[in-house]
């Protein structure tokens, strides 16, 4: 595809994403992928031994012949002489040959490529390919690494380190370029440029990356660049028409700039900040949807959290018996409290290790993209937003099931009745779900007249993560970093019924490592006595 066939047509390219596969949405279902592969290459090798087999079996029938037929051709008719000899030459020309020629043509690829036409139909797609590239530009943003530490994996608590080739990074460009985010377009391909000039062996050339470079640096306004960037690439082929006359467009775009500046008479101001961006190279992230990306993106780096040692000094720990549950009375859990207003506690050894992995193999072969509701619609939906997988477990899944819901009404002291199914998550590469709310603000949801709204949230973090992955809160700056067999718990609600617009939360994208999460939504039917109302509108 090539970017651009003339300047004053811009490239309008949007990509159909499709729901089927994803498998780049769970990182537990991309495991699977890990097994196809060492099956393809186990096939790979099969075809190898039998190709090398046959191979040998021509090369010794070629020196054979060789020793003969030098030994024939010195003397042919001293050599026919022999009646044994002349039979044998008869016979190899009739049946010897035409064997060889039946182990040449003897095709051993049926069976690796068998195994590869049915592995196919499993195979990411376009679409995972593409939401991959989206998942490191997304890390790259939020964590704040520039495209040198992605593409060396320079990545903090990684136990396998793979770097990205300047294929790699030409590819993420595309991606970018594709979705006309011209920001991480100029970023990937002057990584790729830069590994490229280091001499890294490659099939793309200089001309191809400069070729979408130059016009993504036009896109952001840098008209000098584009022209320095567009002479290089002539320099390597004086042949590109499609260059030479972006040359010639930008060289007119540059002349009617002077022309306006001198009429104006602020060619100092005017020049100095383009000189600027020509100088740093640099160009800012543009502006997207959420309000609070700054916030949001700090919390999930560990900045800006706001437990100062007066917050610090009013939060405790101690042991829980859930109000004297006399299950719990001999075996309280540990709480922790995360955070004073609104009131976060954590809870520890909530669920072994054992239950843990009973969940996720229950929860794994049903995992499907999670979805969001469209707020004018309130028609169920995926978005770029929330990426990750999730399944619904009931009790009558398994024994486990049960237990763990049984746990969970025991430490709140909620009823699990009118609760949701236990919803179970694992996030994908950079998986996320931006800041939301748990509980509804929309009239239309069915469940508000039967069940009630959301009234709280228990969270079961079900494996450690190695970087990134925090929960957080914009609103009063916390963030919570998962811990595996540990529970975080909070209420959606004032008493009242009102939504508590200060939890607002998110998780924050996966960095390096595998998150799994369950979680129960408590709701407001059949809790009216084990939470009752206060006395305000905020108690």
Same mark, same amino acid.
């Given at each position: 595809?090539?970017?651009?066939?003339?300047?004053?047509?811009?490239?309008?390219?949007?990509?159909?994403?499709?729901?089927?596969?994803?498998?780049?949405?769970?990182?537990?279902?991309?495991?699977?992928?890990?097994?196809?592969?060492?099956?393809?290459?186990?096939?790979?090798?099969?075809?190898?031994?039998? *190709?090398?087999?046959?191979?040998?079996?021509?090369?010794?029938?070629?020196?054979?012949?060789?020793?003969?037929?030098?030994?024939?051709?010195?003397?042919?008719?001293?050599?026919?002489?022999?009646?044994?000899?002349?039979?044998?030459?008869?016979?190899?020309?009739?049946?010897?040959?035409?064997?060889?020629? +039946?182990?040449?043509?003897?095709?051993?690829?049926?069976?690796?490529?068998? /195994?590869?036409?049915?592995?196919?139909?499993?195979?990411?797609?376009?679409?995972?390919?593409?939401?991959?590239?989206?998942?490191?530009?997304?890390?790259?943003?939020?964590?704040?690494?520039?495209?040198?530490?992605?593409?060396?994996?320079?990545?903090?608590? #990684?136990?396998?380190?793979?770097?990205? #080739?300047?294929?790699?990074?030409?590819?993420?460009?595309?991606?970018?370029? +594709?979705?006309?985010?011209?920001?991480?377009?100029?970023?990937?391909?002057?990584?790729?440029?830069?590994?490229? !000039?280091?001499?890294?062996?490659?099939?793309?050339?200089?001309?191809?990356?400069?070729?979408?470079?130059?016009?993504?640096?036009?896109?952001?306004? !840098?008209?000098?660049?584009?022209?320095?960037?567009?002479?290089?690439?002539?320099?390597?082929?004086?042949?590109?028409?499609?260059?030479?006359?972006?040359?010639?467009?930008?060289?007119?775009?540059?002349?009617?700039?002077?022309?306006?500046?001198?009429?104006? +008479?602020?060619?100092?101001?005017?020049?100095?900040?383009?000189?600027?961006?020509?100088?740093? =190279?640099?160009? *800012?992230?543009?502006?997207?949807?959420?309000?609070?990306?700054?916030?949001?993106?700090?919390?999930? $780096?560990?900045?800006?959290?706001?437990?100062?040692?007066?917050?610090?000094?009013?939060?405790?720990?101690?042991?829980?018996?859930? +109000?004297?549950?006399?299950?719990?009375?001999?075996?309280?859990?540990?709480? @922790?409290?995360?955070?004073?207003?609104?009131?976060?506690?954590?809870?520890?050894?909530?669920?072994?290790?054992?239950?843990?992995?009973?969940?996720?193999?229950?929860?794994?072969?049903?995992?499907?993209?999670?979805?969001?509701?469209?707020?004018?619609?309130?028609?169920?939906?995926?978005?770029?937003?929330?990426?990750?997988?999730?399944?619904?477990?009931?009790?009558? !899944?398994?024994?486990?099931?049960?237990?763990? /819901?049984?746990?969970?009404?025991?430490?709140?002291?909620?009823?699990? @009745?009118?609760?949701?199914?236990?919803?179970?998550?694992?996030?994908?590469?950079?998986?996320?779900?931006?800041?939301?709310?748990?509980?509804?603000?929309?009239?239309?949801?069915?469940?508000?007249?039967?069940?009630?709204?959301?009234?709280?949230?228990?969270?079961?973090?079900?494996?450690?993560? @190695?970087?990134?992955?925090?929960?957080?809160?914009?609103?009063? =700056?916390?963030?919570?970093?998962?811990?595996?067999?540990?529970?975080?718990?909070?209420?959606?609600?004032? $008493?009242?019924?009102?939504?508590?617009?200060?939890?607002?939360?998110?998780?924050?994208?996966?960095?390096?490592?595998?998150?799994?999460?369950?979680?129960?939504?408590?709701?407001?039917?059949?809790?009216?006595?084990?939470?009752?109302?206060?006395?305000? @509108?905020?108690?």
């Amino acid at each position: 595809m090539k970017p651009w066939l003339q300047l004053m047509f811009f490239p309008c390219v949007f990509l159909i994403w499709h729901t089927e596969a994803e498998f780049f949405t769970s990182i537990g279902q991309m495991t699977d992928l890990i097994y196809a592969e060492k099956d393809l290459v186990q096939s790979l090798q099969e075809y190898i031994r039998a *190709e090398e087999k046959k191979l040998s079996q021509i090369k010794s029938w070629a020196e054979k012949m060789d020793v003969l037929t030098s030994k024939s051709a010195s003397d042919p008719e001293g050599y026919l002489a022999h009646p044994v000899n002349a039979y044998k030459l008869v016979k190899r020309l009739n049946t010897d040959w035409l064997e060889l020629e +039946n182990l040449v043509l003897q095709d051993t690829t049926n069976g690796f490529i068998a /195994n590869l036409t049915i592995q196919r139909q499993f195979f990411p797609t376009e679409e995972d390919e593409t939401g991959a590239a989206k998942a490191l530009m997304r890390l790259q943003d939020t964590y704040k690494l520039d495209p040198e530490t992605l593409s060396r994996g320079n990545l903090p608590g #990684t136990k396998y380190r793979s770097s990205l #080739t300047v294929g790699d990074c030409f590819g993420m460009g595309k991606t970018a370029y +594709n979705d006309g985010d011209y920001y991480h377009t100029v970023l990937w391909m002057e990584q790729a440029l830069k590994q490229h !000039d280091e001499g890294e062996d490659t099939t793309v050339s200089k001309v191809e990356i400069l070729d979408y470079l130059s016009y993504a640096v036009f896109q952001f306004g !840098d008209l000098h660049r584009a022209m320095e960037l567009t002479r290089r690439l002539i320099s390597l082929d004086s042949t590109h028409e499609r260059a030479g006359s972006n040359l010639r467009y930008f060289e007119k775009l540059l002349e009617k700039e002077r022309e306006e500046k001198e009429k104006e +008479n602020s060619i100092n101001k005017t020049v100095t900040s383009t000189e600027a961006v020509v100088q740093s =190279g640099a160009y *800012e992230r543009p502006l997207d949807y959420l309000p609070e990306r700054d916030i949001y993106e700090a919390l999930c $780096r560990g900045e800006g959290v706001k437990m100062t040692p007066r917050r610090q000094k009013r939060l405790f720990c101690r042991y829980h018996d859930g +109000n004297r549950n006399p299950h719990l009375l001999i075996a309280p859990f540990k709480e @922790e409290d995360e955070w004073d207003s609104p009131h976060i506690v954590r809870y520890y050894d909530v669920m072994s290790d054992e239950e843990i992995e009973k969940i996720k193999q229950l929860a794994k072969p049903r995992l499907a993209r999670a979805t969001v509701r469209d707020p004018k619609t309130g028609v169920l939906t995926v978005a770029s937003y929330r990426v990750s997988k999730s399944s619904w477990l009931e009790e009558d !899944d398994d024994p486990v099931v049960a237990k763990v /819901n049984q746990r969970m009404q025991q430490i709140t002291g909620l009823t699990v @009745e009118t609760a949701e199914l236990l919803q179970v998550a694992n996030y994908g590469m950079g998986g996320q779900y931006e800041p939301h709310f748990d509980f509804s603000r929309r009239p239309f949801d069915s469940t508000l007249k039967s069940e009630g709204n959301r009234l709280a949230t228990f969270l079961n973090y079900m494996s450690d993560v @190695e970087a990134g992955g925090a929960t957080v809160f914009p609103d009063f =700056g916390a963030a919570i970093w998962p811990k595996k067999g540990t529970a975080v718990f909070w209420y959606n609600l004032f $008493r009242s019924g009102e939504g508590d617009y200060r939890t607002r939360h998110a998780a924050c994208p996966v960095l390096v490592g595998c998150k799994w999460v369950s979680n129960k939504w408590f709701h407001e039917r059949g809790n009216e006595f084990l939470r009752p109302c206060g006395r305000t @509108e905020v108690d």
